[in-house]
T-cell receptor, first 116, second 111 residues
Framework: GAVVSQHPSWVICKSGTSVKIECRSL??????MFWYRQFPKQSLMLMAT?????????EQGVEKDKFLINHASLTLSTLTVTSAHPEDSSFYIC????????????FGSGTQLSVL | DAKTTQPPSMDCAEGRAANLPCNHS???????VYWYRQIHSQGPQYIIH???NNETNEMASLIITEDRKSSTLILPHATLRDTAVYYC????????????FGKGTMLLVSP
C-alpha cells in the first residue's frame, strides 16, 4: 500500500521557537493532504486541509498564522508551528490520498511535539 | 456531531475473535463505512471499508447490516498486537473530503 512518511517522529523545543514537520507521500502523488492534532487520550482533530499549489484551508479555531502549511509539490506538505508554546505540545499527524481517486486515506506515523 | 457510536472499550482473549460494533443510524446512501485503528503513539492504520456488502481482507471482516445502520468489524484471531483504538467512520469520500474521527473503541487483547 501507499506510504506516507512523516518527519521528525518527535521533537522537543523551547517556547518561542518554530518547528517544521514534513509529510511526504513516498510512492504516490497527493494533491491534498490533511493535518490532524491529537491531545493525550483524545481523538484526532482535523486542523487543516493542504492543497498543492494553493492556500491551505483551516478548521474553525485553528490559527493560520501560527500553524503555517505549505504544499509546494505533489509529494510534500509541511506544517510549521510558529512561536511554539507549551499548550502546542501535542501529537501531529498528516494524511494523504492518492491524487485523482477516492481511495482510502493513508496516515503518517505522527510527530510528538513537546514545547518546554 | 458524531455520526457513529461505538463502545468506549472492549476486552478480548488472545486467539479469540474480536467483534467490534458500530452504530451509524443516520448514514446516507452514498456514505461508506471505514474502519481504522491506532496503536499507541502511531498514526491511524487503515483496516477495511465497505458500502453495503460484507467485505473481507487479510486483516479483518466487515459485516454491514442490510439497512446499513450498523456494522461489525471482526478480527478473526486477535493477537496482542491488535490492542489499539478502533475507529468506525462514515464518509462519502469524494472530492476533498477527509475523515472525521470519533472516540473509537479501545480494544485490549489479553493473553
Amino acid at each position: 500500500g501507499a506510504v506516507v512518511s512523516q518527519h521528525p517522529s518527535w521533537v522537543i523545543c523551547k517556547s518561542g521557537t518554530s518547528v517544521k514537520i514534513e509529510c511526504r507521500s513516498l510512492d504516490f502523488q497527493a494533491t491534498t493532504m490533511f493535518w490532524y492534532r491529537q491531545f493525550p487520550k483524545q481523538s484526532l482533530m482535523l486542523m487543516a486541509t493542504s492543497n498543492e499549489g494553493s492556500k491551505a484551508t483551516y478548521e474553525q479555531g485553528v490559527e493560520k498564522d501560527k500553524f503555517l502549511i505549505n504544499h509546494a509539490s505533489l509529494t510534500l506538505s509541511t506544517l510549521t508551528v510558529t512561536s511554539a508554546h507549551p499548550e502546542d505540545s501535542s501529537f501531529y499527524i498528516c494524511s494523504a490520498r492518492v491524487a485523482g481517486t477516492n481511495e482510502k486515506l493513508f496516515f503518517g506515523s505522527g510527530t510528538q511535539l513537546s514545547v518546554l | 456531531d458524531a455520526k457513529t457510536t461505538q463502545p468506549p472499550s472492549m476486552d478480548c482473549a488472545e486467539g479469540r475473535a474480536a467483534n467490534l460494533p458500530c452504530n451509524h443510524s443516520t448514514i446516507s446512501g452514498n456514505e461508506y463505512v471505514y474502519w481504522y485503528r491506532q496503536i499507541h503513539s502511531q498514526g491511524p492504520q487503515y483496516i477495511i471499508h465497505g458500502l453495503k456488502n460484507n467485505e473481507t481482507n487479510e486483516m479483518a471482516s466487515l459485516i454491514i447490516t442490510e439497512d446499513r445502520k450498523s456494522s461489525t468489524l471482526i478480527l478473526p484471531h486477535a493477537t496482542l498486537r491488535d490492542t489499539a483504538v478502533y475507529y468506525c467512520i462514515v464518509n462519502s469520500f469524494g472530492g476533498y473530503s477527509t475523515l472525521t474521527f470519533g472516540k473509537g473503541t479501545m480494544l485490549l487483547v489479553s493473553p
